[in-house]
């Protein structure tokens, strides 16, 4: 019986290795990386990595001073909306190209002839700034929250932020080593993540809903305050949105671990699409609990010392001790959530890299033979997130400034691909579908998040409140604008000449070509 079970094991295995095999060589890439994932690692590894519920928490400040619970509670489904029509859309190509490059291979593979190398480039380019920025934001909330829990419970702790930025570096350390040596791991531990994430959801909403003063339901869902000085209500309410999006970016993760996917074509776009889903359900959960929790304190909570007013919610519900604890939980899930992010980061930068879209892209698209790694990629994508960590120096809202730029750059490279299948679809030419397609609807879904990503992408330069200092500016504009002035001039001189899309790596023969139906 053993031996049966065995075989039919290997059997599975082999027929997902076969599947992937001919996908990799409709794509005309070469199988260089281990296929360890499956759907539900994969899941637990994009739900963890998202942090949607966890980052209700510690990103809410800005919804909170641009209008308050109804900015926060109210955005966050018009973000949920955005982000699962979104995902559902890249979710559609990732079936029909399930490759590492992700959104630049997309728009190789949809813009007209003229445009493909330029468009696909800048969206390769914009991703990997996105991804290399999230994982910056990954390590930011980690070490302030550190520094927070200094603050909340040691009256002798002199806060820096230099402070900030040096515990930002240990996590980035720390995570570095596991997405290294610790990477036969990754797939195992971020399981039980997953049964953390699920976990703590309701080992931190229970009491804080039991304990914690509530405020009205009308001041909750109807209330608007608007304490950023904006002219407009309207105005604070589209600001506030960034709140809302940060907890749902990052569901292009799996599209990006694709080929360490077993039965990517299909595996990947669900864990797409039923990762927003259920981060989803848990994030607006929080929102709405939080709401309740925060307003009987709510100028305290938001004035806070330690930088985050969920730990003065939390301090007031369950004491010193408990909101240790329940920061401390927070930071653990923040810290593997990081640990996701530097994975994908380096994944997009590695396939970015071996189709020659980056300087010094032969160096960075190397992988490590003996831990069949991209090692080099990882390096670059823990160092560039050190360097921005020095924002959090000289800027009191360097928060803004890291989610601008992993916003601007994440969903621009959405936004591109998915405009390119628009016209596409309403064209002639048919589409080649992958196993996972949204049918008649796909046309709609695909107009909604392009309104949505345009509107998000705006507004995130906007600074969190006026009037506007040099201090409380939000520099990402000036930040991001500079990796793309430096991209395209780095195009314009040696890029132009070394890019020409995804690099065909092999020969495609007909009997490994991809059926779809």
Request: proline residues 4%; contains cysteine.
């Amino acid at each position: 019986m053993d031996e049966t079970k065995h075989a039919e094991a290997a059997t599975e295995v082999a027929v997902h290795y076969d599947q992937d095999e001919a996908a990799m060589a409709d794509v005309g890439k070469v199988q260089q990386v281990r296929r360890h994932f499956g759907f539900w690692t994969t899941l637990g590894l994009t739900a963890s990595m998202m942090c949607t519920w966890e980052a209700v928490f510690f990103a809410n400040l800005t919804a909170m001073i641009n209008g308050g619970p109804p900015t926060l509670v109210y955005g966050f489904i018009y973000a949920w909306l955005g982000a699962l029509t979104t995902a559902a859309s890249l979710a559609e190509m990732a079936s029909i190209w399930p490759t590492s490059a992700g959104q630049y291979h997309w728009c190789a593979m949809l813009a007209p002839e003229s445009q493909k190398v330029f468009l696909s480039w800048f969206v390769g380019w914009l991703a990997t700034i996105g991804w290399i920025a999230n994982t910056a934001i990954g390590a930011f909330f980690a070490g302030t929250m550190i520094q927070g829990i200094l603050v909340q419970n040691d009256a002798s702790y002199g806060f820096e932020r230099w402070h900030g930025t040096l515990l930002m570096w240990a996590v980035l350390l720390v995570v570095f080593l596991i997405n290294s040596v610790g990477t036969r791991l990754l797939s195992i531990t971020e399981g039980l993540v997953m049964v953390l994430h699920l976990s703590a959801f309701l080992g931190i909403l229970v009491p804080m809903i039991h304990f914690s003063p509530h405020g009205s339901s009308k001041d909750v869902w109807v209330t608007f305050n608007n304490m950023a000085g904006w002219n407009s209500d309207g105005l604070a309410w589209f600001v506030g949105l960034i709140s809302a999006n940060l907890p749902l970016i990052g569901y292009d993760g799996p599209a990006h671990l694709a080929e360490e996917v077993r039965n990517a074509a299909s595996v990947v776009p669900w864990a797409m699409v039923s990762t927003v889903i259920v981060n989803g359900a848990t994030g607006w959960a929080i929102a709405i609990a939080f709401s309740y929790c925060i307003l009987p304190q709510f100028e305290d909570a938001l004035s806070s010392p330690t930088g985050y007013d969920f730990i003065e919610v939390f301090y007031t519900a369950v004491g010193p001790a408990g909101a240790a604890g329940m920061t401390a939980v927070l930071i653990i899930l923040v810290w593997c959530a990081t640990i996701g992010f530097l994975a994908t980061s380096s994944r997009q930068t590695w396939a970015f890299a071996r189709d020659r879209g980056l300087p010094f892209s032969t160096f960075f698209a190397y992988v490590n033979k003996t831990l069949a790694l991209p090692l080099r990629a990882i390096v670059l994508c823990t160092i560039v997130p050190g360097l921005l960590a020095l924002i959090n120096i000289g800027s009191t809202v360097a928060f803004n400034a890291l989610v601008s730029i992993s916003e601007a750059g994440i969903f621009t490279s959405y936004l591109i691909p998915i405009v390119l299948i628009m016209i596409k679809k309403l064209g002639d030419e048919p589409i080649r579908y992958g196993p996972w397609s949204m049918g008649k609807w796909g046309l709609a879904v695909n107009l909604f998040s392009a309104v949505f990503l345009v509107i998000s992408v705006f507004f995130s330069f906007f600074p969190p409140e006026t009037p506007v200092t040099l201090e409380t500016m939000n520099w990402s504009i000036a930040v991001f604008g500079g990796f793309v002035i430096i991209g395209l001039v780095w195009f314009g001189v040696y890029g132009r000449r070394s890019y020409h899309g995804p690099i065909v790596e092999r020969t495609i023969l007909a009997s490994h070509a991809v059926k779809h139906g």
